[in-house]
Structure formats: C-alpha cells, structure tokens
C-alpha cells in the first residue's frame, strides 16, 4: 500500500510558475514509476509527465513539453512538477499516481497506475 499526498496547487497568473509536490508514504517509493495526471470537470484524466523508477528518463505530454519538469528525490519519498509559463488551460485538478506493479508500465495510461493521491488544484487566470 502506499499513499501519496499533493500539495502546491494554487492561483496564479498566465505565465507564472508553480511547483508541485507528492509525497509518498508507504513501500519503498523508489519501487515505483511515477506520473501526474490532471483533470477538468466533464472531462477525462490525461497525462501530464511521468518519471520512470530511478529518475534517469522523463515523459511528457506534447501540451507541457518544454514548460514542465518532472523530477523525483527518492531519499525524501516525492516526486516533483515545476511548472513555468503556465497557461489558463493548464488549470485543473492535478493528480498524481504511481505504477502498478506485477504488470507493465505504459507511462500515459491510467490504468497504469494503481494508487492515486486526492488532488491539487492548480488554477491559471488570464
């Protein structure tokens, strides 16, 4: 079991920056490949970034490449997305998740993933 909470979300103006934050508690999180995701209202789940197991190779959706960064620190549980020249349509819920295990990992698909923290929200204004 593990369980992962996010924090850093917040208000901010078109091209500002944040940092999210997951933290993981738990099995040992370096077992673990790690994604966000993020979500509107009425609309679907999509990937955002993922960090494979030792942080040596990242993945990106075409939306964020180039803007965000995903990185980990495994000695301190969290997983990290620094997040520049936001865009109003990166507002959303903002979630992240990681693997799950026995089965293999396809970065960009929920199912993926097996435990998922409770969301932060991260809200762009124009």
């Known amino acids: 079991q593990v369980q992962l909470v996010e924090s850093g979300g917040g208000l901010v103006q078109a091209g500002g920056s944040l940092r999210l934050s997951c933290a993981a508690s738990?099995?040992?999180?370096?077992?673990?490949?790690t994604g966000w995701f993020r979500q509107t209202p009425g609309k679907e789940r999509e990937f955002v970034a993922a960090i494979n197991r030792s942080g040596g190779r990242t993945y990106y959706s075409d939306s964020v490449k180039g803007r965000f960064t995903i990185s980990r620190d495994n000695a301190k549980n969290t997983v990290y997305l620094q997040m520049n020249s936001l865009k109003p349509e990166d507002t959303a819920v903002y979630y992240c998740?990681?693997?799950?295990?026995?089965?293999?990992?396809?970065?960009?698909?929920?199912?993926?993933?097996?435990?998922w923290g409770q969301g932060t929200q991260v809200t762009v204004s124009s």
């Open positions: 998740a990681v693997e799950r295990l026995g089965s293999a990992w396809y970065h960009a698909q929920l199912t993926s993933y097996e435990y």
């Open positions: 738990g099995r040992t999180f370096s077992t673990y490949a």
